[in-house]
């Protein structure tokens, strides 16, 4: 389970192409040019367990690096591109990157200047403070290092406080080839082997992408990956490549329900055989919709960037139990409530995860802490109950976490954000309906002064927001209140603000 044993076994097959640009690469190509990466990493003087960041859009060099990094024994960070500098800032240096790879729009959005250590690397040129990436690996040879072993990725997960939080796995310098016992499971759950065809559809600075492309070539197959989710794209890359495996988010499913039937009927998706989806739970009618549309073959699971736990679901498991997002396949599950005792079935409480992987928020012992109780059990913080079989069904989140389109939002930084705009008094944030996206980012405002509430000073709010954090944290409409329902001890209440939007649906 090695790109190394690929290429020397069947080195002429395409390891990955990208749908838009059609730049192929070949299990030659992976292998030859993540080795030239990882002998540049070693003339660096990176050793296990140091650390690089990627910040790029889906790009054809993306998972060359990934792969030397992994090779290497080094800890890779992808970097959402719609991060604003202060976020890039705050995880290029939390991390410990000692290494850069990014494009040139990219470099422009950071300050180096706070990051004087760091060594920066540009796919489409070079700059005073960063060197091409292309010339410096072709200065490498194409053979192993000498001291080759499994990395890891290093994702960052947001918090409830809104910062963000660096999920780091032990490196144990293990032989290359060598896979976690999570990494099993999914394989077998999923049947990847050298015969898949997997369509990727989303970012690969997300961990789902990422690791399942990582998991596709580690297996010899072949993956496809969009540049951008098109949904009759993808349906006509389904088509055209006989595409066996895909992921995605519920979001895209609505996108493609809502395509006409006439553009529907246009292409043949029989060749697929697992619909994989994660990221949010998935409204029961738009699941049915795709069972009936691509057929009995959506695999659906439960499981986040720590990697803590996970359920899973297959099509014939969930019409017996709609909603579901499964059973544990990684861990053992529980329903804990406040006082940390197990609840029954049917009980709502906390979902945590009882020997699964053990994972650490990196630099921040308060908050791996608080993710786990006093036996060691983790959770995500999210809340649900199981049915008697064991099934879990998810209800909410206890920090009012926005999923909106699959990604995760947390409300405080927003929040934090808006409190420092010089007419806002103080800010509650929560997520409201949205047919398309699940849910969009709401904000209730308390102005200093109410009659300045108006349309022009709530897109003055919002335009404020979206210049200081990704936009994709910042509210699409704003409500002004006399005042938020807080605690006299400082509490908000914001189901009391969020239920009106919710029952009114």
Same mark, same amino acid.
């Given at each position: 389970?090695?790109?190394?044993?690929?290429?020397?076994?069947?080195?002429?097959?395409?390891?990955?192409?990208?749908?838009?640009?059609?730049?192929?690469?070949?299990?030659?190509?992976?292998?030859?040019?993540?080795?030239?990466?990882?002998?540049?990493?070693?003339?660096?003087?990176?050793?296990?367990?140091?650390?690089?960041?990627?910040?790029?859009?889906?790009?054809?060099?993306?998972?060359?690096?990934?792969?030397?990094?992994?090779?290497?024994?080094?800890?890779?960070?992808?970097?959402?591109?719609?991060?604003?500098?202060?976020?890039?800032?705050?995880?290029?240096?939390?991390?410990?990157?000692?290494?850069?790879?990014?494009?040139?729009?990219?470099?422009?959005?950071?300050?180096?200047?706070?990051?004087?250590?760091?060594?920066?690397?540009?796919?489409?040129?070079?700059?005073?403070?960063?060197?091409?990436?292309?010339?410096?690996?072709?200065?490498?040879?194409?053979?192993?290092i000498e001291d080759e072993c499994e990395g890891a990725e290093m994702i960052y997960s947001s918090g409830t406080t809104g910062l963000p939080k660096?999920?780091?796995?032990?490196?144990?310098?293990?032989?290359?080839?060598?896979?976690?016992?999570?990494?099993?499971?999914?394989?077998?759950?999923?049947?990847?082997?050298?015969?898949?065809?997997?369509?990727?559809?989303?970012?690969?600075?997300?961990?789902?992408?990422?690791?399942?492309?990582?998991?596709?070539?580690?297996?010899?197959?072949?993956?496809?990956?969009?540049?951008?989710?098109?949904?009759?794209?993808?349906?006509?890359?389904?088509?055209?490549?006989?595409?066996?495996?895909?992921?995605?988010?519920?979001?895209?499913?609505?996108?493609?329900?809502?395509?006409?039937?006439?553009?529907?009927?246009?292409?043949?998706?029989?060749?697929?055989? +697992?619909?994989?989806? @994660?990221?949010?739970?998935?409204?029961? #009618?738009? $699941?049915?919709? !795709? *069972?009936?549309?691509? &057929?009995? %073959?959506?695999?659906?699971?439960?499981?986040?960037?720590?990697?803590?736990?996970?359920?899973?679901?297959?099509?014939?498991?969930?019409?017996?139990?709609?909603?579901?997002?499964?059973?544990?396949?990684h861990g053992d599950l529980y329903i804990l409530d406040e006082q940390q005792k197990i609840l029954p079935a049917g009980e709502i409480g906390s979902?945590?995860?009882?020997?699964?992987?053990?994972?650490?928020?990196?630099?921040?012992?308060?908050?791996?802490?608080?993710?786990?109780?006093?036996?060691?059990?983790?959770?995500?913080?999210?809340?649900? +109950?199981?049915?008697? @079989?064991?099934?879990?069904?998810?209800? #909410?989140? $206890?920090?009012? !976490? *926005?999923?909106?389109? &699959?990604? %995760?939002?947390?409300?405080?930084?927003?929040?934090?954000?808006?409190?420092?705009?010089?007419?806002?008094?103080?800010?509650?944030?929560?997520?409201?309906?949205?047919?398309?996206?699940?849910?969009?980012?709401?904000?209730?405002?308390?102005?200093?002064?109410?009659?300045?509430?108006?349309?022009?000073?709530?897109?003055?709010?919002?335009?404020?927001?979206r210049q200081r954090i990704s936009p994709i944290k910042c509210p699409k409409s704003i409500d002004f209140v006399a005042n938020l329902p807080r605690?006299?001890?400082?509490?908000?209440?914001?189901?009391?603000?969020?239920?009106?939007?919710?029952?009114?649906?």
């Open positions: 389970m090695y790109p190394a044993i690929h290429a020397a076994d069947n080195g002429n097959k395409t390891a990955y192409w990208m749908a838009g640009s059609g730049q192929t690469v070949t299990y030659n190509q992976l292998n030859d040019d993540s080795n030239r990466a990882a002998q540049l990493f070693r003339q660096q003087g990176l050793m296990p367990a140091d650390g690089i960041a990627i910040l790029l859009d889906n790009d054809v060099n993306y998972l060359k690096i990934a792969w030397a990094a992994q090779r290497s024994g080094l800890y890779y960070t992808p970097v959402s591109t719609f991060f604003q500098p202060s976020e890039i800032e705050y995880i290029l240096s939390n991390s410990d990157a000692k290494i850069l790879i990014t494009a040139s729009k990219f470099i422009e959005k950071i300050c180096l200047d706070t990051l004087p250590e760091l060594i920066v690397y540009l796919i489409d040129g070079q700059s005073p403070r960063a060197s091409n990436w292309h010339a410096a690996i072709e200065l490498c040879p194409a053979q192993a660096g999920v780091r796995f032990p490196i144990l310098k293990h032989p290359p080839g060598t896979v976690s016992a999570l990494i099993q499971t999914r394989i077998k759950l999923h049947n990847i082997n050298p015969e898949t065809r997997y369509l990727s559809t989303a970012p690969l600075y997300h961990s789902a992408p990422l690791r399942y492309n990582m998991m596709v070539t580690r297996l010899g197959g072949t993956a496809v990956i969009m540049e951008k989710f098109d949904a009759e794209r993808a349906l006509r890359l389904i088509d055209q490549n006989q595409i066996t495996h895909s992921q995605w988010v519920p979001t895209m499913f609505v996108r493609l329900l809502k395509l006409s039937q006439q553009v529907k009927n246009q292409y043949n998706v029989a060749s697929l055989r +697992y619909v994989i989806h @994660a990221a949010a739970p998935c409204p029961v #009618d738009v $699941k049915l919709k !795709m *069972i009936d549309w691509f &057929g009995p %073959n959506l695999y659906e699971y439960y499981s986040g960037t720590e990697a803590n736990g996970s359920t899973a679901i297959d099509t014939k498991e969930w019409l017996t139990h709609q909603g579901s997002v499964g059973r544990a396949i979902v945590y995860f009882a020997n699964g992987s053990d994972f650490s928020y990196y630099k921040d012992p308060e908050k791996t802490r608080q993710a786990k109780n006093d036996k060691g059990w983790s959770t995500l913080g999210d809340i649900g +109950y199981l049915d008697e @079989a064991g099934y879990l069904y998810l209800k #909410d989140r $206890k920090s009012f !976490m *926005i999923i909106s389109g &699959g990604v %995760n939002i947390y409300p405080q930084e927003t929040e934090n954000t808006l409190v420092m705009h010089d007419k806002v008094i103080d800010a509650a944030v929560f997520g409201i309906p949205n047919d398309e996206f699940g849910e969009e980012v709401k904000a209730a405002i308390q102005l200093i002064e109410p009659g300045d509430a108006s349309p022009l000073l709530a897109q003055q709010i919002i335009e404020f927001c605690h006299p001890t400082g509490k908000l209440y914001k189901r009391l603000l969020k239920d009106q939007y919710w029952h009114a649906k």
